[in-house]
């Protein structure tokens, strides 16, 4: 029988290339309007402490230092840091950026009160879902905070993002967290005015009972 791994496409890997063709579909250009609304309904406490997994192009990043937490913001792209680091320059944006593959990064930058992932869990889960997920317990502690923008099952468009169910977000991510929600929302790109479709999926880790 095959395993599910076996089943899976492979997801593409020169990250670089791909931000050196132009502007990849992923990246509008600006903060993800659902990351806007999330914070909006859950304020993270001032000055908490925020990794971005996978920052591509900086433009989340950037919005979370200016609303003062504190940001690190790590990508395996060169060219995308160096763009994110301009646009950082632009704004006028207070924020550490690193230059790093998450999985080598993580064992020494220790834990944050807040993890964000748009676009990283959903293509990783196809080949490294085990090391992902050691990975968000390795950076969170108890109380911790994880919001992720996974692309959602159902899209027919061609050139969207990977595409995560509702069963699949339930049972890999729920083995680390506590569901704050989990709703529709769409994912902003240059080459669909309307998006396309994706999961809000906002969660927390337990804090233990004394
Ligand atoms: C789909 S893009 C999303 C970028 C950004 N979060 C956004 O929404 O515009 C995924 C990003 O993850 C980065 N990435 C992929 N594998 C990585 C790894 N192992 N370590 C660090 N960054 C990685 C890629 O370079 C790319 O910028």
């Known amino acids: 029988m095959k395993s599910l791994t ?3 496409p492979r997801p593409i890997t020169d990250w ?7 502007t990849p579909p992923w990246d509008g250009g600006a903060p993800h309007g659902e990351l ?4 909006k309904e859950h304020p993270f406490p001032k ?4 990794l971005e997994l996978g920052c591509g192009t900086g433009s989340d990043a950037i919005y979370l230092a200016q609303r003062r937490f504190e940001v690190t913001a790590v990508d395996c792209s060169p060219i995308a840091l160096e763009r994110a680091r301009l646009r950082a320059e632009y704004h006028d944006a207070l924020l550490r950026f690193v230059l790093d593959d998450v999985f080598e990064f993580a064992p020494t930058c220790g834990q944050f009160d807040v993890v964000y992932d748009c676009g990283f869990y959903h293509y990783i889960r196809m080949t490294k879902l085990g090391p992902y997920l050691d990975m968000l317990w390795h950076l969170t502690r108890p ?7 996974a692309g959602r099952t159902g899209e027919r468009a061609t ?3 990977p595409q995560v169910s509702e069963d699949e977000i339930r049972l890999e991510l729920g083995r680390l967290f506590e569901f704050v929600h989990l709703r ?4 902003e790109s240059p080459i669909r005015p309307q998006g396309f479709r994706a999961w809000s999926c906002l969660m927390r880790r337990p804090v233990p009972a004394r």
């Open 6 to 8: 076996e089943k899976r």
């Open 16 to 22: 670089d290339a791909l931000y050196r063709q132009g």
């Open 36 to 39: 806007v609304r999330a914070l």
């Open 47 to 50: 000055g908490a402490s925020v």
């Open 143 to 149: 109380g911790s905070w994880f919001f992720c923008l």
């Open 159 to 161: 050139g969207g993002p």
């Open 184 to 187: 529709r929302t769409a994912l």
